[in-house]
């Protein structure tokens, strides 16, 4: 490896230019002309891939028709999280509508061997000191994360308004009520004066559209509807029935890196397909220590999710109370923790999110701007550097864990950190020392063909009994095919109409043409990889606003055109300068499978989170709901 000297007169033990070139050609191969389309619909024939496996079956109750002050679409975090603060804000005339057998979202869904969410979970589970519940581990399993939706359901005496098992079909706006109609598939009609979309960002499980996908004999199913019956064992592990089984697993996203460990240690043989690596760092998982929880202070989560969120924001803090990966990716990039004056890198990248705004920053940006120094350091290279760094050590970690050499070079990912989700993990690279453990590297083509009998891939067939699909969920595609139903506003305008030339949002929430809604989604808003945060900031805005109109006797809000317009463009203004990053990315659902058709309006508020829910505080301490257009009328 050579040693090169960069302009700002650091050493590095890597070439640069040689990585660049590399990340540029990893790139180039995976690009494909058919983008989003490679993927096909579960829909038709492919419909039982998303099968409910948890429900019980044969469920019936009577079809409800009545009216409700609330319909809160989802019983994932977003859902409960909202039931919960509009429970706290006194409004209790509210039902939950969700299409799983029980509580959790995505935690629902997502049952597979080893699912666990790698955001700490003292920052990810809501409400922690209002529940009392204390996290047997720094990083929950998928089984606590469900217990503990259960004790928030429980809290919030969700259960009891909810629907669970049933399937919103339409939603459409009747202006001479002044309501919802909600319609589901169990007969359901209800005349909700507001409506909460909390569908969930990656919610609709995709297939790769792949030749011979229908001809395989053998058994097939999506990671998010694991199927144990067929598998044996139980979120842990022990997937007893699978010790004379051929498995094949297609895919090594942030799902495959988690189950694979445990296929690894039941299968008779297993064949990872990849066609992309995922950075593999650290987990350090610990169990929560007793001394420490009961030494926390009140107000302990909200400090420690400040925390966390202002560092993944590039905000200084005095420390960095979860210390872990992502963290410490973040505070790599932004160059160090912050003392009370900003780093330079850290104002540069504010410099380039176009995040003038608060007091502190525009004094930090002044002095960044009259600084010299920083005129000659290069910061996006600065950036660049901290973040070949970074993903060299994270091919190191290959080198040292995986035997075979050729097998942890392919394991070793050549692009920047974010260009993807980063996975964090102890045992995924181990695997591939077990001798029942193949990886089969598509170096970017991805699976040729399916065969009765298995897996084609470079005029190889692999014979397999089962075939997993670890092939992630639609991002890029319209919203009511993601949400499952329909949405027809003022005099019939559909979502898809209304943002088919991008989205335009009253931050984030609201939506011009959809009176009364409130829309729980990354886009426009603030986003946090801690994203039960975000949703709990959406409730308690959207809880707040609710509970305003009743006071006011308003029974009708819509966004101004105006503020409507002014939030798209200040969206626009503040994403700018994402576009050449994302282009510079190994295709994925980050980036629209690599044809990005930069919309910067679809992006996050790019601000960062933490200033946007500051923007949002402030808008409420207002008092004035400026920007929302109310009309008066008797509540009935
Ligand atoms: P992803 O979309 O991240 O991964 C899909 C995988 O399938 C990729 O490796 C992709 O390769 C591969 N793939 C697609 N088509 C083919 C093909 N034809 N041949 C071979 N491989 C193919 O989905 P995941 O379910 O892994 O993760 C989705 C998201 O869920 C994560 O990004 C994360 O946000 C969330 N998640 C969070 C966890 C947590 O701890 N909090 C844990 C697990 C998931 P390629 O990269 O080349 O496109």
Same mark, same amino acid.
């Given at each position: 490896m050579s040693s090169t000297v960069v302009p700002q007169g650091v050493r590095h033990n890597f070439d640069p230019d040689a990585l660049r070139e590399k990340y540029r050609a990893e790139r180039d191969k995976r690009i494909r002309a058919d983008g989003n389309d490679q993927y096909v619909e579960v829909?038709?024939?492919?419909?039982?891939?998303?099968?409910?496996?948890h429900a019980t079956p044969g469920f019936t109750r009577e079809a409800l028709v009545q009216k409700v002050e609330v319909v809160i679409i989802g019983g994932g975090f977003g859902g409960m999280l909202a039931a919960a603060r509009l429970r706290e804000a006194g409004i209790t005339n509210f039902i939950l509508i969700e299409k799983g057998g029980g509580f959790g979202g995505t935690w629902y869904w997502n049952r597979y061997p080893g699912a666990s969410c790698d955001i700490e979970a003292y920052v990810y589970l809501p409400l922690l000191e209002e529940t009392g519940f204390v996290p047997r581990q720094k990083y929950t399993n998928a089984e606590e994360t469900l217990e503990y939706c259960e004790v928030l359901a429980q809290r919030y005496r969700l259960r009891e308004q909810a629907l669970l098992q049933t399937q919103v079909k339409s939603v459409s706006w009747q202006e001479s009520s002044r309501r919802w109609q909600v319609k589901t598939d169990r007969g359901d009609q209800l005349q909700a004066r507001f409506i909460i979309h909390s569908n969930g960002p990656l919610n609709r499980p995709k297939l790769p559209g792949i030749k011979g996908i229908d001809q395989f004999k053998g058994h097939t199913f999506h990671t998010s509807r694991w199927d144990y019956a067929y598998t044996g064992g139980t979120s842990f592990g @022990?997937?007893?029935?699978? @010790?004379?089984k051929r498995v094949a697993i297609i895919g090594t996203g942030a799902t495959a890196v988690q189950c694979v460990p445990h296929l690894a240690a039941s299968a008779k043989a297993l064949y990872v397909f990849q066609r992309t690596p995922s950075s593999i760092d650290v987990r350090n998982n610990q169990p929560t220590d007793p001394d420490w929880i009961s030494a926390q202070r009140a107000g302990w989560q909200k400090r420690r999710q400040t925390n966390f969120e202002s560092i993944m924001s590039g905000l200084p803090v005095k420390e960095d109370l979860v210390g872990d990966g992502w963290t410490e990716a973040f505070r790599n990039l932004f160059g160090g923790l912050g003392d009370s004056m900003p780093s330079k890198a850290r104002l540069a990248w504010w410099a380039i999110q176009g995040a003038f705004s608060s007091k502190r920053r525009e004094r930090g940006l002044k002095q960044y701007l009259t600084d010299k120094a920083v005129q000659h350091m290069g910061l996006p290279q600065k950036m660049e550097m901290a973040d070949f760094e970074k993903m060299e050590k994270v091919r190191a970690r290959a080198d040292a864990l995986v035997s075979d050499k050729s097998t942890a070079e392919s394991l070793k990912p050549y692009y920047r950190q974010f260009c993807k989700r980063p996975c964090f993990h102890d045992e995924y690279l181990q695997s591939?020392?077990?001798?029942n453990v193949t990886l089969i590297d598509t170096h970017g083509r991805g699976v040729e063909a399916f065969t009765e009998k298995g897996v084609l891939f470079d005029g190889e067939e692999y014979e397999v009994d089962c075939i997993i699909f670890a092939t992630g969920f639609e991002v890029g595609t319209d919203y009511s095919r993601r949400a499952g139903y329909s949405i027809e506003g003022v005099n019939g305008l559909t979502v898809t109409e209304k943002w088919q030339d991008g989205m335009a949002t009253f931050h984030g929430l609201h939506a011009r043409g959809f009176p009364n809604s409130f829309f729980f989604g990354p886009i426009q808003s603030g986003f946090t990889a801690a994203f039960t945060y975000a949703l709990d900031e959406n409730s308690i805005h959207a809880a707040y606003i609710i509970d305003q109109l009743r006071q006011r006797g308003a029974t009708r809000v819509e966004a101004s055109a105006k503020a409507e317009s002014d939030w798209v463009k200040t969206v626009i203004q503040k994403a700018r300068l994402t576009e050449d990053f994302q282009k510079s990315c190994t295709p994925g659902y980050y980036n629209n499978e690599g044809h990005v058709q930069f919309q910067p309006q679809n992006t996050f508020y790019g601000g960062g989170p933490m200033e946007f829910f500051e923007l949002m505080a402030k808008w409420r301490g207002k008092g004035k709901l400026d920007g929302l257009e109310l009309q008066l009328s008797t509540y009935e």
């Open positions: 829909t038709g024939d492919f419909s039982h891939y998303v099968d409910d496996p @022990e997937l007893t029935n699978l @010790e004379d591939f020392n077990r001798d």
